[in-house]
């Protein structure tokens, strides 16, 4: 990837598509593509495919996803699988068409299997049953990978896949029904300190595991795979360690300074119990985090305080 090379980011405005813009700043790639979702409605065909002809851009990272916690992809099932089979088909084809170089696709860890061998390794895609509570958006995400895969196979696109674990970070989605567990419960204690509440609720057990990873150390995996990474098999990126929910409540509650009671609300869903990636792959290849769970909790939560809260 030369610095004067096109780059378009789709979603550049969400958290990682942001993030992965950041980045590439700051090694001083400079042409972008930009365009908001209000100027182009990436289910749109038409519109979509106009635009790869007039941009005819190098490199595509597709960020651009529907995307949100266990209570939004439960409830909303027929949006987050019509919105991202569209995105995904729409900018997939479209980059094959217009001849890009190189297009990176952004999955999820909920691709794999409910019940999966822990730690996760991408050789698990497809071995078993999803979990129930996003089923529709994995499999659109699943059906993203093997659009990939199979255009690389007939095509000899150089079209990559990646898979995230849960991830955090600057401009986060902090609404209380559709964000995912971190920037929640960052915003259930923050008001629940700020409103003198004896407690804060967190949902279902505490007992599920997850894996968290700042959205910086993805978009350095992006760029870092971006470069140096050709091949058809899909590569998890995450830290390798993970804690139970009720542990994340504990760091998020000393960090926020709440000191009321948890209340763990068992009417609610667990979703899947654990999803701890196997990194061994992007490890082998040469990238490892850099940001603790601790340290980049303490710095999402200043720029909550920041962006967000108008109170304290
Ligand atoms: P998941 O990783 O796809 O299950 O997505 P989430 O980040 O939404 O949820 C992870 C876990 O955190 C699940 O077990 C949730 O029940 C639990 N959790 C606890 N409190 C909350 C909350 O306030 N919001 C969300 N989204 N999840 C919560």
């Given at each position: 990837m030369n610095f004067s090379d096109k780059i378009y980011i789709a979603g550049h405005n969400g958290m990682v598509g942001s993030a992965i813009k950041r980045k590439l700043q700051n090694l001083g790639y400079t042409n972008f593509i930009d365009v908001s979702s209000k100027e182009l409605d990436l289910r749109n065909q038409q519109k979509v495919d106009d635009f790869f002809k007039r941009h005819l851009p190098d490199y595509v990272f597709l960020a651009a996803a529907k995307v949100g916690g266990i209570f939004a992809n439960n409830n909303f099932k027929g949006d987050f699988?019509?919105?991202?089979?569209?995105?995904?088909n729409n900018i997939i084809n479209s980059?094959?068409?217009?001849?890009?170089k190189k297009l990176l696709f952004l999955g999820s860890s909920c691709i794999y299997p409910k019940y999966a061998n822990q730690p996760i390794n991408e050789s698990e895609l497809l071995d078993g049953k999803l979990e129930p509570t996003n089923e529709p958006y994995a499999i659109a995400k699943i059906a993203g990978i093997k659009m990939c895969q199979s255009y690389r196979d007939q095509f000899g696109a150089n079209f990559i896949c990646v898979m995230p674990t849960n991830l955090y970070g600057p401009n986060d989605n902090y609404d209380h029904k559709s964000s995912h567990v971190l920037p929640a419960l960052i915003r259930k204690f923050h008001e629940a300190k700020i409103s003198n509440s004896s407690r804060a609720e967190v949902w279902g057990s505490g007992n599920p595991k997850r894996e968290f990873l700042h959205v910086d150390d993805l978009a350095a995996a992006c760029v870092f795979l971006m470069k140096k990474y050709n091949e058809k098999e899909i590569v998890n990126i995450g830290t390798g360690l993970d804690i139970s929910i009720k542990e994340l409540a504990l760091l998020i509650k000393s960090t926020v300074g709440f000191n009321g009671e948890i209340y763990f609300d068992k009417e609610k869903p667990d979703g899947t119990p654990r999803k701890l990636l196997d990194v061994s792959k992007l490890n082998n290849l040469g990238w490892k985090h850099k940001i603790n769970?601790?340290?980049?909790?303490?710095?999402?939560?200043e720029d909550?305080?920041?962006?967000?809260s108008l109170q304290e």
């Open positions: 699988i019509y919105d991202n089979l569209m995105i995904q980059a094959h068409h217009y001849k890009v769970l601790a340290e980049g909790v303490e710095s999402v939560y909550y305080k920041e962006k967000y």
